[in-house]
Nanobody, 121 residues
Framework: VQLVESGGGLVQAGGSLRLSCAASGRTFSSYSMGWFRQAPGKEREFVGYIRWSGDSYFADSVKGRFTISRDNAKNTVYLQMNSLKPEDTAVYYC????????????????WGQGTQVTVSS
């Protein structure tokens, strides 16, 4: 499975941005898809995931502001980010997992290259 993120960019605090992650392969619908981020000088951290069923789960830091959706017909998963804060600035990665509730990086087998999101104050 190959993953390609897009949609990153520069946005002002309080603004919104939607990231996309396009996946190759015919088994996309069976994967749980996650989003992670890595800020400068920090470790990569979990943002959220969406299961094959559509159930989603988020880190407390983004809960209520971010949502994840998927379009299995397009092999694409989306991360909608609202009410962005400067601390959301990071490289955002999507990843694919075969486990059911994948909150940890080791549970993800495939990773994208990342897309930069910068939130100005």
């Amino acid at each position: 499975v190959q993953l390609v993120e897009s949609g990153g960019g520069l946005v002002q605090a309080g603004g919104s941005l939607r990231l996309s992650c396009a996946a190759s392969g015919r088994t996309f619908s069976s994967y749980s898809m996650g989003w992670f981020r890595q800020a400068p000088g920090k470790e990569r951290e979990f943002v959220g995931y969406i299961r094959w069923s559509g159930d989603s789960y988020f880190a407390d830091s983004v809960k209520g502001r971010f949502t994840i959706s998927r379009d299995n017909a397009k092999n694409t998963v989306y991360l909608q980010m609202n009410s962005l804060k400067p601390e959301d600035t990071a490289v955002y990665y999507c990843a694919a997992s075969t486990t059911g509730w994948p909150r940890y990086q080791y549970e993800y087998k495939y990773w994208g290259q990342g897309t930069q999101v910068t939130v100005s104050s």
